[in-house]
């Protein structure tokens, strides 16, 4: 049976499948059911499932013989604290829950995929590893990472899928090279000296300091930085003061440095490095001082050319090569973790459809997915799965 007849006769079991995870969604590291439905599922294939990293599940799938190289497949399981708004028939059970980053098509896939591989095994030499990751919205793939999943058996290659709200139904979104971007998270504490607003030379005023910063720092992505260089420096929360007629003393900034290329701390590139230093330069020339808290979440994910190659060539099969697009984005994703110690691939799945009512972005309440692309993330993961051996031997 060819690989796209196999995954037409699993639909109705791959929807289901996704509409049951979507109705019981759970957090990171707390996907004790989800957890306990995959290891279920994977014994039924004869599978030996094993629990990791809290909440995670692997399990190996040996082919016709064991002597190839190790593939690592990736899906996430975590949900995320959304009420949901969608009105489908299988809306979240669970108050303030939702799957509203597509992680239930993600295991619905995987799980078909090994279903129609395990039936394939004797076509290929190796073995590959499924991984279903929990916390992926906090980095949960570090901690897989730093529990061994990489090891027993060491893995060769890593490959991992995303549905996607931005790009059509039907598309593909494959390149190499940064395709989705590194995080630091910030706060700044801006002090100064409260007083009353009628007589604003007695104090040292944070509130003006602080809308300079917010300002002036936009200045580092096309004047610090080369413009080749993606950056997007946001602020989403701004708190001070208790009156209107009083001057604080301090003012809180929080927001999001993302950049879509690889740097490090110290290196002349890194714009959370120019952040901390325009801060505090604008927070001197205020008779202001300032503290900082930062919280590096995930590097870019970097996409090997060689895995690139794998996974561009099994896309335009399957959507045709008009469907293929060069896609990158400015939300970030763990699986960068991955591609830091072995060649990685990851790719997005299109879902945006008017008819299936898919075209909201990814965290909001009403997001969902137009379920007629399932079966092509399906059909992407096992012909990359058997052609990766197969350009292996």
């Keep these: 049976m060819k690989v796209q007849e196999a995954v037409r006769s699993h639909n109705k079991e791959l929807i289901a499948l996704r509409r049951d995870f979507h109705a019981h969604p759970e957090l990171g590291f707390q996907e004790f059911g989800t957890s306990k439905k995959i290891t279920e599922y994977l014994k039924g294939l004869g599978l030996d499932p094993q629990t990791v990293t809290k909440t995670g599940v692997t399990a190996l799938l040996k082919g016709k013989t064991d002597n190839g190289p190790v593939l690592l497949m990736r899906a996430d399981m975590d949900a995320l604290p959304v009420e949901e708004q969608t009105g489908l028939p299988f809306t979240s059970e ?5 799957h509203a980053c597509g992680h239930d098509a993600h ?3 995987m799980l078909t995929a090994a279903k129609i591989l395990v039936s394939m095994k004797d076509s290929f030499d190796g073995t590959i590893k499924f991984v279903f990751q929990p916390n992926e919205e906090i980095a949960g793939a570090q901690s897989m990472i730093d529990d061994g999943i990489l090891e027993n058996p060491k893995v060769d290659a890593a490959m991992g899928v995303h549905i996607w709200s931005p790009l059509p139904s039907g598309t593909l979104g494959v390149k190499s090279g940064a395709v989705t971007s590194s995080m630091d998270v910030f706060k700044v504490v801006i002090k100064g000296r409260g007083g009353h607003t009628g007589y604003p030379d007695s104090a040292v005023d944070p509130v003006v ?3 300079a910063v917010v300002q002036q720092v936009q200045s580092i992505q096309t004047r610090f930085i080369s413009p080749m260089k993606p950056i997007a420096l946001m602020f989403g929360r701004i708190s001070g003061g208790t009156k209107n007629n009083i001057i604080p ?4 900034l929080e927001g999001t440095i993302r950049y879509l290329f690889a740097t490090k701390p110290g290196n002349s590139d890194n714009p959370t490095d120019k952040f901390k230093k325009m801060v505090t330069d604008i ?3 205020y008779g202001c001082t300032c503290e900082f808290y930062f919280d590096h979440e995930n590097d870019a994910v970097i996409n090997d050319p060689t895995m690139t190659a794998l996974a561009y060539d099994v896309a335009k099969d399957i959507v045709g090569e008009a469907n293929v697009a060069e896609h990158a984005s400015m939300a970030c994703e763990d699986f960068a973790a991955f591609g830091e110690h072995v060649p990685a691939v990851f790719t997005f799945i ?3 459809s008017e008819q299936a009512k898919s075209t909201y972005p990814h965290h ?4 969902t997915i137009d379920e007629e692309t399932l079966p092509i993330g399906v059909e992407f993961l096992v012909e990359s799965a058997l052609r990766f051996f197969k350009g292996k031997k």
């Design 94 to 98: 669970e108050k303030g829950l939702m």
């Design 107 to 109: 295991m619905a896939m």
């Design 209 to 211: 300091c602080a809308s």
């Design 249 to 252: 003393d301090s003012v809180e």
């Design 283 to 285: 927070c001197n020339s």
């Design 350 to 352: 299109g879902t945006a």
């Design 364 to 367: 909001n309440p009403r997001f």
